[in-house]
């Protein structure tokens, strides 16, 4: 008796000794979404290579991820790794010391420029994030209510709304857009940036707007909140007061068409209602167009804290996220966020194909605001979503608003000062 | 000698029951706050350094458009806040206790009832609210439909417009928070003698004519505590804000109070870094608020009707 | 003068009534936790049927998170945090009510700072602090910080109910030479009621706070049920039966453990009436 107890505390100890002895790395994220992915798949396929890492997935709430990662960063208690948010906030951390430059981790050479630049000082020389996905903008529409009532999608802009207005007329009870501005963001990401590279010519548009030689009063980017204006009409009853997840609940039970949505937003879809069929149609073209444009926006990538004492356990992590093994895992697990490398991943779910193939025919470019506009306050994209959802209440008029978000924004974008004056601003 | 023998003794009692409550209140309080409160006082002169900029940081939130307005607007929101809690929540919270003094049957039951809200987190509350007058969901559309006011823009987006979601949200706090004055008044009328309401009653004054003849001139220093605990909650709310209109207190800040407006300045908010610096002056902008109510308390109302004994 | 019976009626509606507009909500999402997903957003007003009873919500919860265990570090927490309170708190209001001394003003006021800044601006120093003391993941953490922030509304509040006590109880102890340790015990049942409203109300932050857990105590170990329950408000999913599980399961030991104070409060109150 005595004897077989002795064995189990000897087990006992020796289970708990192999694993102090094994490396432990913490991952820093918002997506808790992803909390049974990661535990249940990603994790495992990691540990089959790197049996002796164990590795915890922590994430926090999104809304409270910047503020919470800062509190730990600066007392020294944050994981090992740490996700990325795209361009300003990320480079914050970089500059701050609390990311580690990632140039020589082996696989790194597995992206393009364009997929690291979201991670990358300005000069492209150094990169503090391994690029994980990007999410692409577009429209998804339910199939049986389009075969029901005979609609096909719309290919350009005339079209689109000629579609809405006569789904206003044969469905009264059903949204046409199944979209609300409650939570704002929704009105300035699935919205403005979602239709905007068409009217303001992609990465072209978005470089001049840089240079200051556009404005957010001028030419293509005026357009945009003109057209979005168009939106309001068709959007559910009571849109003012409804949050994006209550408008996704709407979309997947059949309540409206059509539903401007990211391309995160099929996996969410697929597992709220698995019965729901959708389709899927790109951003449609204006007037005249000959080219067409697409937001492929990476937004998600994962660091190395500077103060992780685990760092060539994490870095033999982050090299694995570089390999085919992980993007096919990750971008198949979550339909809807793109693998970032360079060579061709397999994506099996058919709607998130359909975005994909977008890729081929449409020129892509990430949401304009990110870069640079959103390093001061006050900063484009949070007055972007200011201004999209009021254009969308009927609180602002579009012209109106691209003027305040002009005034605001060149009262400290140096290239954009010029406007200022000639906008009259702060008369 | 013999003078030093009549010298009152050390009071260490008082050390003793101080000092525990003191200790922990300074080292987990006062030293973070202070040590934060300072960040108000310096700016980020680039490069990791900081200089010293003395009340720079408070002429600019004040003076500054870009900080003045925003911040002017947060405190005149925070203001009607706190007059829908005086007018609607106190008032209601002292009607609850008069009744419950009463000894109607089954009181306990009313006070477990109305208390259990407080009990509940905002994260609960403000989602249990958001889905009742969501439009999406099966509930305040049909009802709104049934009175006649399907119609009405305002009603069918509650929350989503700027004239009606600070006024709802205001009320929905006040559903929730209306257990706790009401507590501190009933704790307070029970102790006011029976025989004194008895005696008036016999006079045959009517209950309403008890109730503020006799009980509420008793109970006056609890009411002043309740105001001044209002105020002081008030003007440092948060959460049921946060959780039912996010950090950007939307619709176009509409609901941004005090405690929204320095989480976001503070820690920033999605894409924008938090600003410790302009953070820790509206939070010390927030202190002198709180402070000049409390004191205004100490020395106008409690002088004056502190000294009530019974 | 009006029937008795008829003003007791007209009590009881005001009260009924109030009390029904309280318990809608609450009710309203405790049934729909029970519900499955599309029954929730079609009909959420009916309980469940034998058709919409779904228990996907809870499952969800115990699969993936360790609940009886956040549950018990959450009733640790609080427990803990509120004795502290309680007790720390009527040393000092006794003090402040009982004895005058120079720094009687100062100290008041001193020890009311804290309740008039946001409680996170001090985040970062407090977590600095307790990662040089080794405090971070542990319970003892949350406890010292929710010590600290209910203290100040507990000694303000006891304190105002100690100097509402006659003088005369007080001062035929002290004649019969009792010490003034002794004198506070005498004293303390007497604010009995206030002592249970400082606990409930103090109870409130405590037990559904979500920032400090978050930043102290994050670890699995650790974590407290508001917090566990958090996980499940995600980016882009929100699985509501989940969160309708979790939310109803975070408020039930809130309102037993309050149950469990406010018979401590009936007692107080009546025996105060009773004097």
Redesign the interface.
Known sequence: MWKRMGIVLLAVALLTAGMASAERLVIES????D??LW?DVIIPAFNKHYPDIQVVF???????Y???L???L????AGDLITC?P???SF?LYQ?GYLVPLNDLPGMEHYTAFAKSAWSTEDGRVTYCVPMASVIHGFLYNRDLFEKYGFAPPKTEEEFFALLDAMKKKAPRLAPLVM??????ESATMGWHNIGPNYYGGEAGRKAFLAGKEGFHTDGFLTTYRVLARWAPYL????????Y??????FV?G?GFIYPA?S??IG?FH???PKLRMGAFPPPAPAGASKRYISDHPDIAMGLNAASPHKEAAKKFLSWLTTKEFAELYGNALSGFFPLHNFPVQIKDPVAQTFLSWRKTHEGTFRMT?YKL?DR???A??DL??AS??IL?G?MKPDEAARWMECRLS?WYAPHRHFHQELGC?Q | MEHAMKRKPFPWHLVVFLAPAVLVYTVFMIYPMVASLTFSLFQDAGNGRQVFVGLGNYVRLLTDPLWRDPFWNAFRNNLIFFAVHMTVQNPVALLLAALLVTRVRGAWIYRTVIFTPAILSAVLIGFAWKLILSPTWGIWLPLLDRLGLGDNEVAVALLGNPSSALLTLSLISVWQNVGIPMMLFLAALIRVPRELVEAAQVDGATGWRVFWNVQFPLILPTVGIVAILTFIGNFNAFDLIYATQGALAGPNFATDILGTFFFRTFFGFQLRPGDPHMGATVAGVMLLIILTGVLLYLYGWQRRVGEVQY | MRPRWLSGLAAHAVLLGYSLLVLFPIVLVFQNSFKDQMAIFAEPLRPPTPETFSLEGYRTLFEVANFPRYFLNSLTVTVASLFLIVFLGAMAGFALAEYRFRLNTFLSLYLALGIMVPIRLGTVGLLRLMAAWHMVNTLTALVLVYTAMGLPLSIFVLSRFFAQLPPDFKDAARVDGASEYRVFWMVLPLVRPALGTVAAISMIPIWNDLWFPLILAPSDRTKTIVLGAQVFLGQFLNDWQAVLAALSLAMIPAVLLYLVFSKQLIRGLTAGAVK
């Open positions: 918002w997506r808790n979404d909390l049974k535990r922590a994430p926090t709430a999104p809304a409270e910047n503020a919470v800062d509190s730990k600066q007392a020294g208690t948010r361009f300003g906030k914050e701050k609300g501005t409650k939570d704002q963001w559910p009853r009571g849109y003012k007061a409804i949050a997840p209550d408008a996704q609940q709407m039970q309540r990211g995160w937003d969410v597992q709220m209602n990110y959103s306050k006050p900063d994209e949070t979503w200011t959802s009021s209440n609180t009262s702060g």
